[in-house]
T-cell receptor, first 114, second 113 residues
């Protein structure tokens, strides 16, 4: 089954404790990205990657890091999480970059930072 | 920068009622327009899209027409069902290599039997 998977689905952590949220897709997609969803704000892009070893900042990159060492994986790293990073995070992928390409979303990771 | 504005919810309708969720956008150039749907506890799924002016996207009884003159992409359905209860997001993507989606704030639809 074609899908985007994320782990963990739920995470509660404390300020300053480094964490990684994994994302994997099995569709051989070139393009992957991370969004955060906050009430009333819709989804905002954090980082994106157009292919292996190519990453770039989205709208809200501060406090986050990403890497794209393999085509299928695109982990999101919070080196020193803060309470304002409490949010619902979605990973997405599409076959290619380019505005008309449909993006496929993972099920989401709900992160709480206390 | 690009932006998307959609009506705030929640929108509460009875089964078989007519649905309209308004969406307007601001963008340079000619973006692609999308409606995504998020069912409770799930990620977003593409509902329909339109990539150029006057295109009509349709899926599962939902429709939206890309209106460049009014910069709008309103979502409509003639007869909603309880199973349509979800959050609906309007989004645009500039037709460049970045592929970033700009989302509206989302509209929650609740359909009562």
């Amino acid at each position: 089954e074609a899908q985007v998977t994320q782990n963990p689905r739920y995470l509660i952590t404390v300020t300053g404790k480094k964490l990684t949220v994994t994302c994997s897709q099995n569709m051989n997609h070139e393009y992957m990205s991370w969004y955060r969803q906050d009430p009333g704000l819709g989804l905002r892009q954090i980082y994106y990657s157009m292919n292996v070893e190519v990453t770039d900042k989205g709208d809200v990159p501060e406090g986050y890091k990403v890497s794209r060492k393999e085509k299928r994986n695109f982990p999101l790293i919070l080196e020193s999480p803060s309470p304002n990073q409490t949010s619902l995070y979605f990973c997405a992928s599409s076959r290619h970059a380019g505005g008309m390409n449909e993006q496929y979303f993972g099920p989401g990771t709900r992160l709480t930072v206390t | 920068g690009d932006s998307v504005t959609q009506m705030e919810g929640p929108v509460t309708l009875s089964e078989e009622a007519f649905l309209t969720i308004n969406c307007t956008y601001t963008a340079t150039g000619y973006p692609s327009l999308f409606w995504y749907v998020q069912y409770p506890g799930e990620g977003l799924q593409l509902l329909l899209k339109a990539t150029k002016a006057d295109d009509k996207g349709s899926n599962k009884g939902f429709e939206a027409t890309y209106r460049k003159e009014t910069t709008s992409f309103h979502l409509e359905k003639g007869s909603v069902q309880v199973s349509d209860s979800a959050v609906y997001f309007c989004a645009l993507a500039a037709n460049n290599a970045g592929n970033m989606l700009t989302f509206g704030g989302g509209t929650r639809l609740m359909v009562k039997p």
